[in-house]
């Protein structure tokens, strides 16, 4: 029922209760595409505007995307200028992770063509640039490990089977081309 919110007016304070707690927030900005709020942690005292002060800050500015059955409205007071600047602030930062976010995607989907196309060393440049941005895109440890497989640098293989294993101990490719890498390895000794 977040449709609600647009017949608010900016500064409202509302909350909403769920499992026996009250969650409370203030609007700061709505449009269709996004809602902050100003978060309050959740307590089991019903908020008013007269016991405001006693409720905790848990975020100045984040988008709302929780679901309610039904809102309270207990009272409004106008956006502050700080407020304001949390609200650009959290867009400035919300701006960049979206960017970092394409260009990572970009950088792995060009990895994943270069190593599909079997140019293992334009892989691993690739992959090794995109790996910063989401070291919890397994993937990336995974063909990257491949990839320097392939091109018999074994410790740099297991390296990065090794990362990956951790996160998905059950890939049986992963595992047997860890064991290969360390069967190389043991051969140069």
């Known amino acids: 029922m977040k449709s609600e919110l647009a017949t608010l007016s900016l500064?409202?304070?509302f909350y909403f209760r769920k499992d026996s707690l009250y969650y409370l927030f203030q609007l700061l900005e709505y449009n269709p595409n996004q809602i902050l709020v100003q978060s309050f942690?959740?307590?089991t005292n019903v908020p008013s505007m007269e016991k405001l002060h006693q409720f905790d800050v848990k975020s100045a500015c984040s988008e709302f995307d929780e679901e309610f059955d039904e809102l309270t409205i207990i009272g409004k007071e106008k956006i502050t200028a700080d407020q304001k600047q949390e609200i650009?602030?959290?867009?400035k930062i919300k701006a960049g992770k979206i960017a970092r976010e394409a260009g990572f995607m970009t950088l792995k989907r060009e990895a994943v063509d270069a190593f599909e196309k079997g140019e293992y060393p334009e892989a691993i440049r690739l992959f090794s640039l995109a790996a910063p941005y989401s070291k919890y895109d397994i993937e990336i440890y995974e063909k990257r490990g491949i990839a320097y497989l392939k091109l018999?640098?074994?410790?740099d293989a297991l390296a990065d089977f090794e990362y990956y294993l951790m996160h998905n101990p059950?890939?049986?490719i992963?595992?047997?081309a860890l064991q290969s890498a360390k069967k190389e390895i043991t051969k140069k000794k």
Do not use: K, P, R
């Not at 650009?88 to 867009?91: G, K, P, S």
């Not at 018999?152 to 410790?155: D, E, F, R, T």
């Open 11 to 13: 500064g409202s304070y």
């Open 41 to 43: 942690w959740s307590t």
């Open 88 to 91: 650009t602030q959290f867009l």
């Open 152 to 155: 018999g640098q074994y410790i």
């Open 170 to 172: 059950e890939n049986e």
């Open 174 to 176: 992963v595992n047997a």
